[in-house]
């Protein structure tokens, strides 16, 4: 896929799982969704999940919904990573990662800035 038809990227047009991560996450609150489609700048996975909670117990349970509705799916993670301290959850579903930030982890790994090039879709 060349980087013009991934800008062409919609909220429609994303892949399901994509979709019932990004719900669950708005579902339990998180705060600034975004979702950089990666498949034209990235050979290791396809779509960042990005979004924080104000604490780590949000984060957290941002994490458990996702999971489980994922898991209804059929859709389970090949890692996770940072559940038990809260401020940054990695969830690791091969074709798409989902980043659970604290606000001040976010603010500091930046992660929308560093992959800038990843065309973006904010809900």
């Given at each position: 896929?060349?980087?013009?038809?991934?800008?062409?990227?919609?909220?429609?047009?994303?892949?399901?799982?994509?979709?019932?991560?990004?719900?669950?996450?708005?579902?339990?609150?998180?705060?600034?969704?975004?979702v950089?489609?990666?498949?034209?700048?990235?050979?290791?996975?396809?779509?960042?999940?990005?979004?924080?909670?104000?604490?780590g117990?949000?984060?957290?349970?941002?994490?458990?919904?996702?999971?489980?509705?994922?898991?209804?799916?059929?859709?389970?993670?090949?890692?996770?990573?940072g559940?038990?301290h809260?401020?940054?959850?990695?969830?690791?579903?091969?074709n798409?990662?989902?980043?659970?930030?604290?606000?001040?982890?976010?603010?500091?790994y930046?992660?929308?800035?560093?992959?800038g090039?990843?065309?973006?879709?904010?809900?």
């Open positions: 896929m060349d980087s013009q038809e991934a800008k062409k990227i919609t909220k429609r047009g994303l892949p399901s799982d994509i979709k019932t991560a990004v719900k669950a996450g708005q579902d339990k609150k998180g705060e600034e969704i975004l950089l489609d990666l498949r034209a700048v990235s050979s290791f996975t396809d779509f960042f999940i990005i979004m924080n909670g104000n604490s117990r949000q984060n957290a349970s941002l994490a458990e919904t996702i999971a489980q509705d994922l898991k209804k799916s059929g859709v389970r993670p090949l890692g996770v990573e559940a038990a809260g401020e940054w959850v990695l969830m690791d579903y091969g798409f990662v989902v980043h659970i930030f604290s606000k001040l982890a976010r603010d500091y930046a992660l929308e800035k560093l992959w090039d990843a065309p973006k879709l904010a809900y």
